[in-house]
């Protein structure tokens, strides 16, 4: 049994817990928690080892908080570790335990993939680079806008070669919605995205021209991607064509807003209310001359963490991308997830 450790339990690590666990081709040595804070109870609950710092040993004890042991005794027992621990410590966390032991990592979209704190020297998006980022010791797994974003441009290049450039509005949500943090009514600039340089890194071609704004909202982020055509854009039809049997895209017509699609989710009873997809809002497509405009939400929670579950059975398995997603598919129910959607707002 491949034995799977994951470094840190917030809004992503507690979710590719819950998969991970719940995967029978896989040991779960637990998890890796930094704080003693209330979430500790969600591990409790679901009966996961808890594994923490060193040094944080009596600040646990003093508030009760029981734990399996350290987490560098996890690192050393675990054959892959699926860092999703806090912005930028994943770096630390490479230097600290996964380079000195030589172990293999899955790193998230919060950490640099350029420049002297880079966590791995590939960012892995299962729609377009799988194949190349399961033979690399250490990987990044993109953030929910970069895994959005390559779920529908990859489509688009493969079936037109015409194709001139990407123009990507993102209207990104303040705080998810277990976050506790305020949401300020405010619509904030985001004056450097990250996003386009990321996407650059499996797609070079064409170009991807991003701009990014952050808005009061805890549901989810929308995309608004307009893409240029040398000549006359495909008809609305075609486009959607392209989509309805891709994994992890589902086609809605009826939804006013993200928050339809949150409710639903959350009314369903998905684990976390996340569809773990995006979502293409069909009744707003719009083609223009040689211009097509495709709007579509994008789930911040979940959408990496089928991602994260696909990219480890290569990285521990060499599955092809078929046998992967067919897995994934299989732990997530995301094929079913997809067809409860569109039903909804057809």
Same mark, same amino acid.
């Given at each position: 049994?491949?034995?799977?450790?994951?470094?840190?339990?917030?809004?992503?690590?507690?979710?590719?817990?819950?998969?991970?666990?719940?995967?029978?081709?896989?040991?779960?040595?637990?998890?890796?928690?930094?704080? !003693?804070?209330?979430?500790?109870?969600?591990?409790?609950?679901?009966?996961?080892?808890?594994?923490?710092?060193?040094?944080?040993?009596?600040?646990?004890?003093?508030?009760?908080?029981?734990?399996?042991?350290?987490?560098?005794?996890?690192?050393?027992?675990?054959?892959?570790?699926?860092?999703?621990?806090?912005?930028?410590?994943?770096?630390?966390?490479?230097?600290?335990?996964?380079? $000195?032991?030589?172990?293999?990592?899955?790193? &998230?979209?919060?950490?640099?993939?350029?420049?002297?704190?880079?966590?791995?020297?590939?960012?892995?998006?299962?729609?377009?680079?799988?194949?190349?980022?399961?033979?690399?010791?250490?990987?990044?797994?993109?953030?929910?806008?970069?895994?959005?974003?390559?779920?529908?441009? &990859? $489509?688009?290049?493969?079936?037109?070669?015409?194709?001139?450039?990407?123009?990507?509005?993102?209207?990104?949500?303040?705080?998810?919605?277990?976050?506790?943090?305020?949401?300020?009514?405010?619509?904030?600039?985001?004056?450097?995205?990250?996003?386009?340089?990321?996407?650059?890194?499996?797609?070079?071609?064409?170009?991807?021209?991003?701009?990014?704004?952050?808005? !009061?909202?805890?549901?989810?982020?929308?995309?608004?991607?307009?893409?240029?055509?040398?000549?006359?854009?495909?008809?609305?039809?075609?486009?959607?064509?392209?989509?309805?049997?891709?994994?992890?895209?589902?086609?809605?017509?009826?939804?006013?807003?993200?928050?339809?699609?949150?409710?639903?989710?959350?009314?369903?009873?998905? $684990?976390?209310?996340?569809?773990?997809?995006?979502?293409?809002?069909?009744?707003?497509?719009?083609?223009?001359?040689?211009?097509?405009?495709?709007?579509?939400?994008?789930?911040?929670?979940?959408?990496?963490?089928?991602?994260?579950?696909?990219?480890?059975?290569?990285?521990?398995?060499?599955?092809?991308?078929?046998?992967?997603?067919?897995?994934?598919?299989?732990?997530?129910?995301?094929?079913?997830?997809?067809?409860?959607?569109?039903?909804?707002?057809?």
């Amino acid at each position: 049994m491949v034995k799977v450790f994951i470094n840190g339990f917030g809004t992503i690590g507690r979710r590719v817990a819950y998969a991970v666990a719940n995967d029978k081709e896989f040991e779960f040595l637990g998890i890796a928690k930094y704080t !003693p804070d209330d979430r500790l109870r969600e591990a409790y609950e679901q009966g996961y080892d808890v594994y923490i710092p060193e040094e944080s040993i009596s600040k646990f004890k003093e508030k009760g908080y029981k734990f399996t042991g350290v987490i560098r005794e996890a690192i050393e027992d675990a054959d892959i570790i699926i860092d999703a621990s806090s912005d930028g410590k994943g770096y630390e966390n490479k230097i600290k335990y996964y380079l $000195p032991l030589s172990k293999r990592a899955i790193f &998230q979209g919060g950490e640099d993939r350029y420049g002297e704190r880079s966590v791995a020297d590939i960012i892995h998006n299962s729609r377009v680079n799988y194949s190349k980022a399961i033979e690399h010791m250490y990987v990044m797994q993109g953030s929910c806008n970069v895994t959005g974003l390559g779920r529908i441009m &990859q $489509p688009l290049i493969e079936n037109y070669d015409d194709i001139i450039r990407f123009d990507s509005i993102i209207i990104r949500r303040a705080a998810d919605l277990e976050n506790s943090k305020e949401v300020k009514d405010s619509i904030e600039l985001t004056r450097h995205p990250h996003h386009q340089d990321d996407v650059r890194d499996f797609i070079k071609e064409p170009p991807l021209y991003v701009d990014a704004y952050k808005v !009061p909202s805890r549901m989810m982020h929308m995309h608004q991607l307009n893409v240029r055509f040398k000549e006359r854009a495909p008809s609305k039809d075609e486009i959607l064509s392209i989509y309805e049997k891709e994994f992890g895209v589902a086609i809605l017509n009826s939804a006013k807003g993200t928050a339809d699609v949150r409710k639903f989710a959350l009314e369903k009873g998905y $684990p976390f209310g996340d569809t773990c997809m995006v979502h293409i809002h069909a009744d707003v497509i719009r083609v223009q001359d040689d211009t097509l405009k495709i709007a579509y939400s994008d789930d911040q929670t979940g959408i990496v963490v089928p991602e994260n579950h696909i990219l480890l059975q290569g990285m521990v398995f060499k599955r092809d991308r078929e046998g992967a997603i067919k897995r994934t598919d299989m732990i997530f129910n995301l094929s079913n997830r997809k067809r409860e959607l569109m039903e909804f707002f057809k």
